[in-house]
């Protein structure tokens, strides 16, 4: 160290600035990121990014999810078939316009007895 000269000193924080690396991969889309292109993502990732995922599905693409290098689940866009669209158009039927709704959407239907003695009487 040269005399009067002082170094500056290690705060502890890292610098915000990016590597040249880190922005050249941020910038130049991969082809996982292309639409239409099937895509294989970890647990850790799709939890990390799971919005960025599902616009992937929205615009057609297929999202399969992987632990540890295994495949354990495929997420898919939404899609009717051509027999169903058919009967839609046709005023037969009625395509959902919102989610299932869960068991506690359903009023509760008080019965006296058991579910044993239910069945019994529905059987006979």
Known sequence: ?????????????????????????????????????????????LRDHLSRYLERVKAGSTVTVTDHGRVIATIVPMTYSRHMLELAAQGKVRLPTRPKGSAADFPRVEIEGGLSDLLREVRI
């Open 1 to 45: 160290m040269i005399a009067g000269v002082s170094r500056p000193r290690y705060t502890g924080v890292m610098s915000d600035r990016k590597s040249a690396t880190k922005r050249l991969n941020e910038a130049t889309p991969t082809l996982d990121e292309l639409p239409g292109t099937p895509t294989s993502v970890g647990i850790r990732e």
